[in-house]
C-alpha cells in the first residue's frame, strides 16, 4: 500500500508540475476556423458553400486567409498538417508539415494568441515582425 501511496504521490505532483509550467500538451484548439489578415474583408476571402467555408478564389495573388479544421491548416498556397505544438513563452511554436503545387516540406511558424478573436503569426526572421489575424463570423 505504501508503495502504491507513492506512485500517486509522484504522478499527482508531475500533474501539478506540467499545469503549473505549461508543459502539458499545446494544441491549435483555439485557431479553429476561417481568418483573414488585418485589413482584409471575410467576404472577399470566403464563401459559404452548404455548411462549410472555402476560399473565393484560393489561387488568387490577394488571397490573405487561412482555413483551420483539426489539425490541417489551408493557406492560399500550401496545406499544412500540424505535427507538433509547444509553448515557448507568450508564444506557440508549430511544427508543420506542408505541401504545395511542388514541394512537400516541414517548416515552423510561431505564432502568439492575442483574444478569441485576434492572433498574430511571427516572421521567422524577424521577432518583432508579425502579421496579425482576425477570426471570420460568417
Known sequence: MKGR??????????ISFCMATGAMAVTIKELQGAWTMDGTKCE????????KLEFTDRTASTS????ITGSKIIGPNA?????SVRKVKD?????????DSMIESDQTVTFK???AKTFQRFDPFGDNLYVTYQKCDM
Do not use: E, Q
Open 5 to 14: 501511496f507513492s506512485k500517486v504521490a509522484l504522478v499527482s505532483s508531475a
Open 113 to 115: 494568441i492575442v483574444d
Open 79 to 83: 496545406t499544412c498538417t500540424s505535427k
Open 64 to 67: 490573405t486567409g487561412l482555413l
Open 91 to 99: 508564444r506557440l511554436s508549430a511544427n508543420l508539415s506542408c505541401v
Open 44 to 51: 472577399d476571402t470566403f464563401k459559404k458553400k452548404g455548411n
